[in-house]
């Protein structure tokens, strides 16, 4: 029963839109529109409606062609849709004739991925990272509806006369913000670097992988500390390190940032200071949910993106988490349809191309606790390992 005095506002909702090209399948689109859905809510919006429209090229003008511009404009305005999110990034223009013709707020899959980094972020580190993401993004957008951004200069060193237009003020002022912001994250990556050289020779393990794959929980398991763990996308943004002992071995253990398909450039570009973790890592320990129906497109998007961020050659343990949650329908013995990754079990899933991974190659529940010992056991002799070759005079520690 609904509280009556309930002081909790009623949340926003939404609608999301998809464009599939003729060579895409409908079920990708989908699949894709499920991502944005589960983004909308980390945004805390409740999807009411999905729209797809299969197109050979997204329309100039409005991105979608007319005559679903008229039947999503039918839709909003009958049920009263606060906000319509985009699942590909779209142009200036084609936003503001958007905003034109439905009158709401438009987002498309980079600024919503740009606002849930800065809902989450909690440091200055952080905060300064998505701010000076949002201002690179911001900057070919602006219409002249930024000009209250004026006030933020303090109201000195203006140049220009009356007549100067105000997008040239706003551009001018996003471009005095973006510098700022660049030479703050300087001296920011610098402190950093430091820290990074005053942890000493220990060997470096990073925990990388999709977002929301169980990173974080992972990381408190390990270093009996208490990292942020949510069931949400992007939980953590700040590079949390731990020490780790495994019996007689130490190590620095990292948590960072969760990856995601069309991660928006400038977020790449701006988090540079906490991808250095990765960079800089001895190992990494690519985790994967692979409950996911999809698992095996998120563990191509990060080899993509680490192989982009210049991380793609390092020593890698591939860790497969919720194994607990893992379901499969099987097929019925006089089902004559080709047979799918659905339709497979979690034994018959190890024996395709994860069999040729030998022993770098791990199947835990971190929530349950689930072969932890198998993955401490495994991360020992990694480690030990590598040490033994960068400091073999300290064999005898062995």
């Known amino acids: 029963m609904k509280d009556l005095h309930s002081t909790e506002k009623p949340k926003l909702t939404c609608v999301l839109i998809g464009v599939a090209s003729k060579q895409q399948e409908t079920e990708q689109v989908m699949e ?18 999905v729209f797809t429209q299969r197109l050979d090229k997204p329309d100039k003008s409005t991105y979608i062609g007319k005559g ?16 319509l999110i985009f699942d590909d990034e779209i142009s200036p223009s084609q936003q503001r004739n958007l905003e034109k013709v439905f009158g709401k707020k438009i987002l498309d899959r980079t600024t ?63 471009r005095d913000k973006i510098a700022l912001l660049k030479d703050r994250l300087k001296e920011i990556d610098r402190q950093m670097a430091t820290q990074r050289k005053n942890r000493g020779d220990l060997i470096r393990v990073a925990l990388v992988g999709y977002t929301n794959v169980g990173k974080s929980t992972i990381m408190n398991i390990l270093s009996k500390s208490e990292v942020l763990a949510e069931n949400k996308l992007f939980a953590t943004l ?37 991808l250095d973790e990765v960079r800089e890592a001895d190992l990494l320990v690519h985790v994967v949910d692979i409950s996911h129906k999809n698992f095996e497109d998120h563990y ?95 064999n005898f520690l062995y």
């Open 32 to 49: 894709y529109l499920d991502e944005l859905e589960f983004l909308a809510r980390t945004y805390d919006l409740d999807t009411v409606r």
């Open 68 to 83: 679903k511009v008229e039947e999503i404009s039918a839709y909003v305005k009958e049920n009263k849709v606060d906000v």
């Open 112 to 174: 919503l991925i740009l606002e849930i980094f800065e809902q989450r972020a909690q440091t200055a580190h952080a905060k300064t990272q998505v701010q000076l993401a949002q201002y690179q993004y911001m900057l070919p957008r602006l219409t002249g509806m930024w000009t209250h951004l004026e006030r933020q200069r303090g109201g000195t060193g203006t140049r220009g006369g009356a007549g100067e237009k105000e997008i040239e003020t706003d551009r001018r002022i996003v």
């Open 238 to 274: 700040d590079t949390t390190v731990r020490k780790v002992t495994i019996d007689n071995v130490f190590f620095l253990l990292s948590d960072t940032v969760g990856f995601i398909r069309k991660l928006p450039t400038q977020l790449v570009e701006s988090f540079k200071s906490t």
């Open 300 to 394: 191509n998007v990060v080899n993509q993106t680490l192989h982009d961020i210049k991380a793609g050659d390092k020593p890698v343990l591939l860790v497969f988490n919720k194994i607990d949650a893992f379901k499969y329908k099987p097929k019925d013995e006089d089902d004559l349809t080709p047979t799918t990754r659905e339709n497979l079990s979690l034994e018959e899933v190890k024996r395709t191309w994860m069999r040729n991974l030998n022993n770098n190659c791990i199947f835990i529940s971190a929530i349950n606790k689930q072969n932890m010992e198998e993955l401490r056991s495994t991360l020992y002799k990694m480690v030990k390992e590598m040490h033994i070759k960068r400091y073999p005079y300290n």
